[in-house]
């Protein structure tokens, strides 16, 4: 028989340090995948960031711009309608031509056109005919008639449509068949 003086109660868990290197390996573990995981992150980011993404070219863009001020026009938002057909002209020269545009005046970027070689003297009468009537109304308050509106739509849709380059006429006529 056993005695009540035999039971022992039962001992506490006894503590097993780790040693140092254990810790150690465990967080350069840690940091290895967490590197990994970045750069595979950063891998991808960059992968999708350099996949060319299917852009219009100048012609269609400024067309679609066009077309968009148009609607402002029929709305009666005369200033709008003219702020976004001067606008849409100027991105077009930026990209067609690469010619500064935007961030000049007219009267600078009319003087830095005449001593450019890449349009034709037709094309700088039209544009600066153009550009100074939208310059009325969107800085000397003048307010154009409907007729009139319509005479600056289709004097920057003709504008367009005659700076396309040969090989934008020759890549439309060849998707159109």
């Not at 060319?52 to 709305?75: C, D, F, H, I, S």
């Not at 009319?110 to 450019?116: G, H, Y």
């Not at 310059?135 to 504008?159: H, W």
Request: charged content about 30%; proline content about 6%; hydrophobic content about 45%.
């Amino acid at each position: 028989m056993i005695g009540t003086n035999d039971i022992r109660d039962i001992k506490p868990d006894v503590a097993i340090p780790l040693p140092w290197w254990v810790w150690a390996i465990a967080a350069a573990v840690i940091v290895l995948v967490a590197v990994a995981a970045w750069l595979i992150w950063r891998k991808k980011k960059l992968e999708a960031e350099s996949r060319p993404v299917p852009r219009k070219n100048a012609v269609e863009e400024a067309r679609e711009r066009l077309q968009l001020a148009r609607q402002l026009m029929l709305a009666g938002e005369v200033e709008a309608f003219y702020v976004a057909v001067s606008d849409t002209i100027r991105h077009y020269l930026e990209r067609q031509f690469r010619l500064r545009a935007a961030e000049q005046t007219t009267e600078e970027f009319l003087q830095d056109m005449a001593r450019s070689p890449r349009m034709l003297p037709s094309h700088k009468e039209l544009l600066a005919e153009f550009l100074s009537h939208c310059d009325l109304v969107k800085f000397a308050r003048y307010r154009p008639g409907p007729a009139e509106m319509e005479a600056t739509f289709a004097s920057a849709n003709r504008f367009v449509d005659e700076t396309v380059p040969r090989e934008t006429l020759a890549l439309e006529g060849a998707g159109a068949k």
